[in-house]
């Protein structure tokens, strides 16, 4: 029985939730967020000039490369509430060493360990230890804001070299920013990885019935950990892009990410139950709560109104969950 091969059913699996998403949800959200666009370019004249749309490209780009792995983390069935401290202590990590002058390619891969690391712990926890999702990673939001403020003292790291700056920061390739550049990368490669290999399959079959995918052969304990470990990934890209465009490592960055990457992934089709959902769905969640957010700022909404507006959208998205997965 352990020697079956899921391959072409998950396969099949993927593909059929795809395609439904293709007719339905990704119609619903892109007129959506068309919709959205038209008014705001009503509301301001400023909104859809090519300078505030790729600032508002700017603006998602770290929620969009974090909610690269929480949809990851999602589609297993699971959840990450430990996102933003994650982002905070990699972002610190590579602060520290950059400090320390420490190559930038050395300090950013001690930043992606400590990212991976912090997956792994998460994945063994769910997987082996039998913890639930929810506790295994709100102690890790604990755990790695705690850390972060050890490490740093509670003060912020500042001056980092120009060259660090440029590439994952404030440079350009061409007339896009490096963070937009960068989150493409991370889309691109995670889109492929879900829907072109064994590895996407085994995803969306560990969502759909991690028991049977366990009967059928698969190695759940073991995907349920890379999951965890590249979602961790992730969130280290994100934390150094955060570094970079503030010129600073502070230990309590990140605050409330996981809340934006789970909104953006569940607005974009991402059961919350697993098995469904897609990272080009995710992107276009992060791009409505991106185009809500500047829009706002543009009309000069307060702050503390804009809390209350994307709390809703964020309630709303997994209300529709729920009766979607009732239908």
């Given amino acids: 029985m352990s020697n079956v091969d899921v391959s072409s059913d998950s396969k099949q699996i993927g593909k059929s939730s795809f395609r439904d998403l293709l007719v339905s949800q990704y119609f619903v959200i892109i007129v959506i967020l068309l919709a959205m666009g038209i008014v705001m370019s009503f509301l301001s004249p400023v909104f859809l000039t090519s300078r505030n749309l790729l600032n508002v490209l700017l603006q998602t780009s770290i929620n969009i490369t974090v909610a690269v792995g929480v949809t990851m983390v999602i589609l297993t069935g699971g959840i990450d509430l430990g996102v933003g401290s994650v982002v905070a202590l990699t972002g610190v990590t590579l602060g520290t060493m950059l400090k320390a002058n420490v190559p930038i390619p050395l300090a950013f891969l001690m930043a992606v360990l400590v990212g991976a690391l912090t997956g792994i712990i998460n994945g063994?926890?769910?997987?082996?230890?039998?913890?639930?999702?929810?506790?295994?990673?709100?102690?890790?939001?604990?755990?790695?804001?705690?850390?972060?403020?050890?490490?740093?003292?509670?003060?912020?790291?500042?001056?980092?070299?120009?060259?660090?700056?440029?590439?994952?920061?404030?440079?350009?390739?061409?007339?896009?920013?490096?963070?937009?550049?960068?989150?493409?990368?991370?889309?691109?490669?995670?889109?492929?990885?879900?829907?072109?290999?064994?590895?996407?399959?085994?995803?969306?079959?560990?969502?759909?019935?991690?028991?049977?995918?366990?009967?059928?052969?698969?190695?759940?304990?073991?995907?349920?950990?890379?999951?965890?470990?590249?979602?961790?990934?992730?969130?280290?890209?994100?934390?150094?892009?955060?570094?970079?465009?503030?010129?600073?490592?502070?230990?309590?960055?990140g605050v409330g990410y996981e809340l934006d990457a789970i909104a953006a992934a569940v607005i974009g089709g991402t059961s919350l139950s697993g098995g469904v959902g897609t990272i080009w769905g995710t992107v276009l969640g992060a791009l409505i709560m991106g185009v809500l957010r500047n829009g706002l700022n543009l009309l000069n909404i307060s702050s503390y109104i804009q809390q209350v507006l994307i709390g809703t959208v964020i309630v709303g998205a997994v209300l529709i969950d729920r009766m979607r997965n009732k239908a």
Avoid: C, D
């Fill in 124 to 253: 063994l926890l769910v997987s082996k230890g039998r913890v639930p999702a929810f506790v295994a990673t709100l102690g890790m939001m604990s755990a790695a804001r705690g850390l972060s403020l050890i490490i740093t003292g509670g003060q912020s790291i500042y001056v980092f070299p120009k060259s660090f700056l440029n590439f994952f920061g404030i440079g350009y390739l061409w007339f896009i920013p490096m963070p937009v550049v960068i989150a493409s990368v991370v889309v691109i490669v995670a889109q492929y990885s879900l829907s072109q290999t064994r590895f996407g399959r085994y995803v969306y079959a560990i969502g759909g019935n991690s028991e049977a995918a366990r009967l059928a052969g698969v190695k759940v304990t073991l995907m349920i950990v890379i999951t965890y470990m590249i979602a961790g990934i992730t969130y280290a890209v994100g934390g150094t892009i955060l570094t970079a465009r503030l010129n600073s490592a502070q230990p309590i960055a």
